[in-house]
């Protein structure tokens, strides 16, 4: 038999987070009691921001966030979903006219004391524990769970208070209330603080503010706060014991605001009342007067649908009626939430996880993100951001998208404007992502997602300025003067552009070249060359002065054509694979920047001199066998070297008296890790003859050594490109025909050139596909051709066909 409360004394509603059972129970104990006033569980300095509750353009879940006004980082939140007791008691509350505050220990304490808490980490290496280690950390309803026979906490959960019925009795509505406290006062008993040392701390605050309504109201006041509390507000202590437990508490200068928060941040198990692992399936129950799981398996089906999945209605009533008959096997009063989602992979899902996945993801947790109104207080930096996100039409949601941007486009132009600018203040609500296939700079590909912890980054990036661009140009240029190396700054520089910082560029532009004019280390030069390369074409496309940028860029490509060769002798396996990767970026970087300072008297002979560069690295035995290879496959893409040339480099360095492990480091370099490394040797029999010839020699006693360095450099290819070589080697030469050989004969079926007339074949459907006999160039953007300039209509006639601009 249940108890009843006594009507004597504050009325206590323990509650559980987050729990629309308690919720429900929350909302009626209130009815029935029609308190004078209401306390929640909650920092006292949010009492201000609780009217903003009752507002039209209030819609959970919110959070309260405090942080420290000197570290913004230093953070806590407070969130609520529509089906938390604290919200529906709040939102009692206004409603009813009565006066509604927060009791728990004040945000300018806690924040400082997890700061202390931190430090002493930090120092320690372990976190403070607080108490004995009897007195771990308990989870009170898992205990209650266990005690009760049950291996899953939500399970007792849902069975003894969500599907608890009375079967029409009239009961008090705060009868459960008073068996849940009588519960954790049990626990209290046997787990004292449950291993939560500031829980003494806070009840004591509890109960000094409790005490300060029961002057001011009488007994006529509800407390609504954490069941694991009730025991202890109802303890009896005297003020000056609790007040000398809040004697010497550290403090900080606190700030306090309301943010949108998520179902999907509410199923994280970290923070505040969080680590609910169903708040779609909770807020349904809450919102659901009557029938909720055929409801639910009705919007379940409506999802299904909608992703292309035949659902029927036959189908929603077999999984309501095995759901209802899995209930009845267990034991359980009505279905849960592990009965529905079985039932649903059974009968809708036809036992496929992959679709259940998908009710996981969009309804069990769902992607429901609140939103708070504009009159809530944010820092100016915050209300900046939330202007340009509704000029620009870039909404925040919590659900990740792609977008796609067309940066010829003046919105669309300003919409990356204000990505790179977030992205230089740390809040990442983007991430630039691999979109369609275009090597061009006029679109970029972004993907968003908003998560409610960027509020906090907001604030802090607060500290360098009231607006998105202010910030952003503010910390460029003190990231520009304590910069150390040189591959920051012109990482910086290139992110200045994109992100269009005026202000900072110059400052960044001087920092660069006096980094440049101290920085002797090659390898240094080579990392730094391929950003300035990048930047200058994203210069063409923002119509952004970059002169000065090309002198520095063209110095730093002329210092690497002198100091890479010596560079690239002595090195062991891992140096060279080093310079190798810097080899790739340098020779895309030049490639770019020949057309970028064309006008320049060096610019002309800039890809003259890295070609001369590339012969030495080819031709030089000291250099390594990696960098020798890969000089020679460079060489020969852009037309520098001759097939017979590459063939005769390959057959000195395939030669017998060449070392294995160099021989084989030579052909990683020239057909691994390239585009089409493997396509060359299906077209060209001749060095395919000579690697199966150099392999089928390597002694026994050495090719275990070089079997990883071929694995690493065949695995790259495409399985069809590997069946291809293959069939080639098994074949072996064709018959009676001469085999390959470095001195320019080949076998049947392979000629020694370009064959022009099978290669002038393919020219009228590719004039077909670009759109070249009509006159016209397609445009996946929709802008028109006739309005470009003749630049870009040459940039897409280009790129299609891979050519390297």
């Not at 909302?27 to 039209?56: F, K, N, W």
């Not at 359980?332 to 996880?353: F, H, K, N, Q």
């Amino acid at each position: 038999m249940i108890r009843a409360v006594r009507s004597a004394g504050p009325l206590l509603l323990g509650v559980r987070h987050h729990g629309p059972g308690s919720a429900r129970a929350v909302r009626t104990a209130l009815e029935a009691a029609r308190p004078r006033a209401v306390l929640i569980e909650g920092p006292p300095e949010g009492d201000a921001l609780l009217p903003l509750a009752a507002d039209e353009q209030m819609r959970p879940p919110v959070a309260l966030l405090a942080h420290a006004v000197d570290d913004p980082g230093q953070a806590a939140f407070w969130p609520l979903a529509a089906f938390s007791p604290e919200w529906v008691a709040i939102r009692w509350a206004l409603a009813h006219d009565a006066p509604v505050r927060f009791i728990d220990l004040p945000a300018v304490n806690s924040l400082a004391m997890a700061q202390a808490a931190e430090r002493e980490t930090d120092r320690d290496g372990e976190p403070p524990t607080g108490g004995s280690p009897a007195h771990a950390p308990i989870d009170p309803i898992g205990v209650l769970a266990e005690t009760a026979g049950y291996d899953d906490p939500e399970c007792w959960w849902e069975d003894v208070v969500e599907h608890r019925t009375q079967g029409g009795e009239a009961v008090d509505p705060r009868a459960r209330f008073a068996a849940l406290a009588e519960a954790m006062t049990s626990l209290r008993e046997v787990y004292g603080d449950g291993g939560h040392a500031r829980d003494t701390v806070r009840e004591a605050y509890m109960r000094i503010q409790l005490r300060k309504a029961v002057k001011e109201f009488g007994d006529d006041v509800a407390v609504v706060c954490g069941a694991w509390h009730v025991p202890a507000l109802g303890t009896k202590t005297t003020l000056a014991a609790d007040r000398a437990l809040l004697k010497g508490l550290p403090k900080v200068k606190a700030e306090l605001t309301w943010v949108p928060w998520s179902h999907r941040r509410l199923a994280r198990h970290s923070g505040y009342g969080a680590g609910i692992d169903s708040p779609g399936w909770y807020g349904h129950l809450f919102e659901t007067a009557d029938r909720p799981i055929e409801r639910w398996m009705t919007k379940v089906a409506g999802l299904l649908r909608d992703e292309d999945r035949f659902v029927s209605s036959a189908h929603v009533i077999e999984a309501v009626r095995l759901a209802e008959t899995l209930a009845a096997m267990r034991g359980r009063p009505l279905a849960g939430l592990s009965e529905t989602t079985d039932a649903i992979r059974a009968v809708m899902c036809e036992g496929s996880d992959a679709p259940l996945a998908l009710v996981q993801d969009r309804l069990i947790v769902g992607e429901t993100l609140g939103e708070v109104p504009d009159t809530a207080p944010a820092v100016p930096l915050q209300r900046d951001l939330t202007r340009q996100q509704r000029t620009l039409r870039l909404r925040p949601e919590s659900m990740e998208r792609e977008l796609e941007l067309d940066l010829r486009k003046d919105t669309d132009a300003a919409r990356s404007r204000l990505l790179h600018r977030l992205r230089i203040l740390a809040v990442g609500w983007g991430e630039p992502a691999a979109g369609r296939a275009s090597t061009g700079t006029f679109r970029e590909s972004w993907r968003l997602r908003w998560e409610p912890e960027l509020y906090v980054r907001v604030a802090e990036a607060g500290t360098w300025g009231t607006t998105v661009l202010s910030a952003a140009t503010a910390k460029a240029e003190t990231q520009a003067a304590s910069a150390t190396a040189l591959a920051e700054v012109t990482a910086l520089a290139e992110h200045c552009l994109l992100a269009e910082l005026p202000d900072a560029l110059p400052v960044v532009m001087r920092a660069l070249a006096d980094r440049a004019a101290l920085d002797a280390d090659v390898g240094h030069l080579a990392d730094a060359l391929p950003a300035l390369a990048r930047t200058l074409r994203y210069g063409d496309v923002r119509s952004t002065d970059t002169a000065a940028l090309g002198e520095v860029a063209a110095g730093l490509a002329e210092r690497i054509c002198v100091g890479l060769p010596p560079a690239c002798t002595g090195l062991d396996a891992d140096g060279a694979a080093e310079l190798r990767r810097r080899v790739d970026g340098v020779h895309t970087a030049i490639g770019l920047l020949a057309g970028a300072v064309q006008a320049d008297a060096d610019g002309a002979g800039l890809r003259e001199r890295w070609t001369a560069v590339l012969h030495k690295l080819a031709a030089r035995d000291t250099v390594a066998g990696v960098i020798r290879g890969r000089a020679a496959r460079l060489l020969l893409d852009e037309g520098r070297l001759a097939e017979d040339d590459a063939a005769r480099l390959m057959g000195l360095a395939l030669s017998p008296g060449t070392p294995p492990a160099d021989a084989a480091a030579w052909i990683e370099g020239f057909v691994g890790g390239a585009a089409g490394g493997g396509m060359l040797l299906v077209h060209d029999e001749r060095l395919l003859g000579l690697v199966d010839a150099w392999l089928t020699g390597v002694p026994a006693d050495t090719f275990a050594d070089v079997l990883p360095l071929l694995r690493r450099t065949f695995s790259v290819y495409e399985a069809g490109v590997r069946r291809t070589l293959g069939e080639l080697v098994r074949r072996g030469p064709s018959a009676g025909g001469p085999t390959a050989t470095a001195t320019g004969t080949t076998a049947p079926g392979f000629g020694p050139g370009l064959d022009g007339a099978r290669a002038d074949a393919v020219v009228p459907v590719l004039r077909l596909l670009l759109g070249l006999d009509t006159g016209t160039v397609p445009d996946p953007g929709g802008v028109d051709p006739d309005n470009r300039d003749p630049d870009e209509r040459v940039e897409n006639v280009e790129e299609p066909l891979g050519a390297t601009r």
